[in-house]
T-cell receptor, first 111, second 116 residues
Protein backbone atom coordinates (compact mmCIF):
# COMPACT_ATOMS: atom_id res chain seq x y z
CA UNK A 1 0.00 0.00 0.00
CA UNK A 2 0.99 3.62 -0.27
CA UNK A 3 2.95 5.28 2.46
CA UNK A 4 1.20 7.63 4.87
CA UNK A 5 3.15 10.70 5.81
CA UNK A 6 6.37 10.59 3.81
CA UNK A 7 7.81 13.71 5.42
CA UNK A 8 6.36 13.58 8.89
CA UNK A 9 8.28 13.99 12.13
CA UNK A 10 9.57 10.59 13.12
CA UNK A 11 10.06 8.98 16.50
CA UNK A 12 12.27 5.92 16.54
CA UNK A 13 12.18 3.67 19.59
CA UNK A 14 13.51 0.29 20.51
CA UNK A 15 11.06 -2.52 21.05
CA UNK A 16 10.10 -2.68 24.69
CA UNK A 17 10.80 0.98 25.42
CA UNK A 18 8.11 3.53 26.17
CA UNK A 19 7.09 6.03 23.48
CA UNK A 20 5.81 9.55 23.94
CA UNK A 21 4.16 11.35 21.05
CA UNK A 22 3.29 15.01 21.46
CA UNK A 23 0.68 17.23 19.88
CA UNK A 24 -0.16 20.91 20.12
CA UNK A 25 -3.80 21.74 19.45
CA UNK A 26 -5.13 25.00 18.17
CA UNK A 27 -8.42 25.95 19.79
CA UNK A 28 -8.88 26.61 23.49
CA UNK A 29 -12.61 25.91 23.04
CA UNK A 30 -11.97 22.30 22.01
CA UNK A 31 -13.70 19.99 24.44
CA UNK A 32 -12.79 16.51 23.27
CA UNK A 33 -9.60 14.99 21.92
CA UNK A 34 -8.82 11.72 20.21
CA UNK A 35 -5.63 9.93 19.26
CA UNK A 36 -5.73 7.92 16.05
CA UNK A 37 -3.27 5.39 14.64
CA UNK A 38 -2.97 5.09 10.87
CA UNK A 39 -1.15 2.28 9.13
CA UNK A 40 -0.14 2.47 5.52
CA UNK A 41 -3.11 2.11 3.17
CA UNK A 42 -5.68 2.12 5.97
CA UNK A 43 -8.03 4.59 7.58
CA UNK A 44 -7.33 6.11 11.00
CA UNK A 45 -7.98 3.74 13.89
CA UNK A 46 -9.25 5.06 17.24
CA UNK A 47 -6.80 4.55 20.11
CA UNK A 48 -7.96 6.62 23.06
CA UNK A 49 -9.91 9.77 23.81
CA UNK A 50 -10.07 12.34 26.57
CA UNK A 51 -12.56 15.03 27.51
CA UNK A 52 -11.49 18.54 28.39
CA UNK A 53 -12.56 18.13 32.02
CA UNK A 54 -9.86 15.50 32.51
CA UNK A 55 -6.08 15.74 32.43
CA UNK A 56 -5.19 12.05 32.18
CA UNK A 57 -6.79 8.90 30.89
CA UNK A 58 -5.36 5.41 30.69
CA UNK A 59 -6.10 2.54 28.38
CA UNK A 60 -4.39 -0.72 27.66
CA UNK A 61 -0.68 0.19 27.29
CA UNK A 62 -1.64 3.76 26.34
CA UNK A 63 -2.06 6.94 28.38
CA UNK A 64 -3.19 10.33 27.14
CA UNK A 65 -2.26 13.49 29.00
CA UNK A 66 -3.97 16.83 28.42
CA UNK A 67 -2.52 20.19 29.43
CA UNK A 68 -5.12 22.82 28.65
CA UNK A 69 -2.93 25.66 29.90
CA UNK A 70 -0.48 25.23 27.04
CA UNK A 71 -2.89 23.42 24.68
CA UNK A 72 -0.79 20.28 24.61
CA UNK A 73 -1.72 16.64 24.30
CA UNK A 74 0.55 13.62 24.57
CA UNK A 75 0.20 9.92 23.93
CA UNK A 76 2.32 7.52 25.92
CA UNK A 77 2.70 3.95 24.72
CA UNK A 78 4.18 1.50 27.21
CA UNK A 79 6.40 -1.38 26.11
CA UNK A 80 6.29 -0.38 22.45
CA UNK A 81 5.89 -3.28 20.05
CA UNK A 82 6.61 -3.62 16.30
CA UNK A 83 2.86 -3.58 15.66
CA UNK A 84 2.74 -0.07 17.07
CA UNK A 85 4.67 1.23 14.05
CA UNK A 86 2.35 3.65 12.26
CA UNK A 87 1.55 7.34 11.91
CA UNK A 88 -0.22 8.82 14.93
CA UNK A 89 -2.56 11.80 14.75
CA UNK A 90 -4.20 13.81 17.46
CA UNK A 91 -7.58 15.31 16.69
CA UNK A 92 -9.62 17.96 18.46
CA UNK A 93 -13.38 18.32 18.47
CA UNK A 94 -15.17 21.60 18.91
CA UNK A 95 -18.80 21.06 19.69
CA UNK A 96 -20.25 17.90 18.21
CA UNK A 97 -19.21 17.94 14.61
CA UNK A 98 -15.97 17.85 12.70
CA UNK A 99 -12.58 16.72 13.92
CA UNK A 100 -9.53 18.86 13.30
CA UNK A 101 -6.42 16.76 12.88
CA UNK A 102 -2.91 17.77 13.82
CA UNK A 103 0.27 16.99 11.96
CA UNK A 104 1.01 13.33 12.38
CA UNK A 105 4.05 11.67 13.88
CA UNK A 106 5.55 8.53 12.42
CA UNK A 107 6.51 5.96 15.05
CA UNK A 108 9.17 3.47 14.03
CA UNK A 109 9.92 0.55 16.32
CA UNK A 110 13.17 -1.29 15.81
CA UNK A 111 14.26 -4.57 17.41
CA UNK B 1 -12.26 -3.48 10.73
CA UNK B 2 -14.31 -0.64 12.22
CA UNK B 3 -17.55 -1.58 10.49
CA UNK B 4 -17.44 1.39 8.12
CA UNK B 5 -16.99 0.28 4.51
CA UNK B 6 -16.03 2.29 1.46
CA UNK B 7 -16.11 1.47 -2.23
CA UNK B 8 -14.19 1.43 -4.37
CA UNK B 9 -10.90 1.18 -2.49
CA UNK B 10 -8.98 2.58 -5.44
CA UNK B 11 -10.07 4.68 -8.40
CA UNK B 12 -7.93 5.86 -11.29
CA UNK B 13 -9.55 8.31 -13.65
CA UNK B 14 -8.64 10.78 -16.33
CA UNK B 15 -8.87 14.49 -15.74
CA UNK B 16 -12.32 15.81 -16.57
CA UNK B 17 -14.17 12.61 -15.75
CA UNK B 18 -16.75 12.29 -12.98
CA UNK B 19 -16.28 9.85 -10.11
CA UNK B 20 -18.56 8.67 -7.32
CA UNK B 21 -17.59 7.02 -4.06
CA UNK B 22 -19.80 5.20 -1.61
CA UNK B 23 -19.66 4.93 2.17
CA UNK B 24 -21.66 2.53 4.33
CA UNK B 25 -21.47 3.62 7.99
CA UNK B 26 -21.98 1.53 11.08
CA UNK B 27 -25.69 0.77 10.92
CA UNK B 28 -26.85 2.49 14.10
CA UNK B 29 -24.74 5.61 13.56
CA UNK B 30 -26.71 8.69 12.61
CA UNK B 31 -23.75 10.91 11.78
CA UNK B 32 -21.58 10.47 8.71
CA UNK B 33 -18.50 12.48 7.78
CA UNK B 34 -16.33 12.85 4.71
CA UNK B 35 -12.66 13.81 4.96
CA UNK B 36 -9.86 14.17 2.45
CA UNK B 37 -6.27 13.20 3.16
CA UNK B 38 -3.22 13.98 1.04
CA UNK B 39 0.19 12.41 1.57
CA UNK B 40 1.95 13.75 4.62
CA UNK B 41 -1.12 15.44 6.05
CA UNK B 42 -3.85 14.63 8.51
CA UNK B 43 -7.41 14.19 7.28
CA UNK B 44 -9.25 17.43 6.44
CA UNK B 45 -12.97 17.77 7.04
CA UNK B 46 -15.17 18.09 3.94
CA UNK B 47 -18.78 17.68 5.08
CA UNK B 48 -21.05 15.84 7.46
CA UNK B 49 -24.59 14.54 7.74
CA UNK B 50 -26.89 13.93 10.62
CA UNK B 51 -29.33 11.37 9.30
CA UNK B 52 -30.14 12.62 5.78
CA UNK B 53 -29.47 16.29 6.50
CA UNK B 54 -26.16 17.78 5.35
CA UNK B 55 -25.29 20.09 8.22
CA UNK B 56 -21.92 21.54 7.33
CA UNK B 57 -19.69 21.87 4.30
CA UNK B 58 -16.07 22.95 4.34
CA UNK B 59 -14.76 25.64 2.03
CA UNK B 60 -12.62 22.81 0.62
CA UNK B 61 -15.78 21.41 -0.92
CA UNK B 62 -15.91 23.24 -4.22
CA UNK B 63 -19.02 23.27 -6.41
CA UNK B 64 -17.61 20.26 -8.30
CA UNK B 65 -18.15 18.18 -5.17
CA UNK B 66 -21.52 16.96 -4.00
CA UNK B 67 -22.44 14.58 -1.24
CA UNK B 68 -25.73 12.89 -0.50
CA UNK B 69 -27.20 10.65 2.13
CA UNK B 70 -30.70 10.13 0.79
CA UNK B 71 -32.10 7.68 3.32
CA UNK B 72 -29.89 8.49 6.25
CA UNK B 73 -27.89 5.31 5.76
CA UNK B 74 -25.17 5.10 3.08
CA UNK B 75 -23.67 8.20 1.52
CA UNK B 76 -22.14 9.05 -1.85
CA UNK B 77 -19.52 11.64 -2.69
CA UNK B 78 -19.36 12.73 -6.32
CA UNK B 79 -16.61 14.76 -7.91
CA UNK B 80 -17.41 16.25 -11.29
CA UNK B 81 -14.81 17.26 -13.87
CA UNK B 82 -11.97 15.84 -11.81
CA UNK B 83 -8.68 17.73 -11.63
CA UNK B 84 -5.23 16.41 -10.77
CA UNK B 85 -5.42 18.30 -7.48
CA UNK B 86 -8.33 16.08 -6.46
CA UNK B 87 -5.96 13.14 -6.12
CA UNK B 88 -6.14 12.11 -2.48
CA UNK B 89 -7.51 9.55 -0.07
CA UNK B 90 -11.20 10.16 0.64
CA UNK B 91 -12.17 8.94 4.08
CA UNK B 92 -15.59 8.36 5.53
CA UNK B 93 -16.36 8.19 9.24
CA UNK B 94 -19.47 7.64 11.30
CA UNK B 95 -20.49 8.32 14.86
CA UNK B 96 -23.41 8.18 17.21
CA UNK B 97 -22.91 10.51 20.12
CA UNK B 98 -24.48 9.07 23.21
CA UNK B 99 -23.20 11.72 25.54
CA UNK B 100 -23.98 15.19 24.26
CA UNK B 101 -20.88 16.97 23.01
CA UNK B 102 -18.65 13.92 22.52
CA UNK B 103 -18.07 12.45 19.17
CA UNK B 104 -15.98 9.30 18.70
CA UNK B 105 -15.70 8.84 14.96
CA UNK B 106 -14.95 5.48 13.35
CA UNK B 107 -13.20 5.62 10.01
CA UNK B 108 -13.48 3.44 6.95
CA UNK B 109 -10.47 2.26 4.92
CA UNK B 110 -10.78 5.12 2.45
CA UNK B 111 -10.95 5.43 -1.33
CA UNK B 112 -7.67 6.33 -2.99
CA UNK B 113 -8.35 8.57 -6.02
CA UNK B 114 -5.70 9.14 -8.66
CA UNK B 115 -6.46 11.65 -11.40
CA UNK B 116 -4.21 11.32 -14.43
Amino acid sequence: GESVGLHLPTLSVQEGDNSIINCAYSNSASDYFIWYKQESGKGPQFIIDIRSNMDKRQGQRVTVLLNKTVKHLSLQIAATQPGDSAVYFCAENIGTDKLIFGTGTRLQVFP
Amino acid sequence: DTGVSQNPRHKITKRGQNVTFRCDPISEHNRLYWYRQTLGQGPEFLTYFQNEAQLEKSRLLSDRFSAERPKGSFSTLEIQRTEQGDSAMYLCASSSPINAGYNEQFFGPGTRLTVL
